[in-house]
């Protein structure tokens, strides 16, 4: 499969916004700013440095 840059860049918030609402995850992953992103085509690979917060911090206490 061939995607562009920016199809691969969408994917990765894509992959993103999956993990943020998968409530067995115990983090909230922050979308970085994109020219923080590395796209590194030989190796099929979209990676970045983000930033998380514990969801519990997020949660309402009822």
Request: glycine share 4%.
């Amino acid at each position: 499969m061939r995607m562009t840059p920016g199809e691969l860049i969408e994917e990765f918030y894509k992959r993103l916004a999956d993990l943020n609402t998968d409530m067995r995850n115990p983090r909230i992953y922050l979308v970085p700013k994109p020219g923080v992103i590395t796209v590194d085509r030989p190796s099929r690979r979209v990676s970045a440095v983000v930033e998380y917060a514990d969801k519990k911090h997020f949660r309402r206490s009822r």
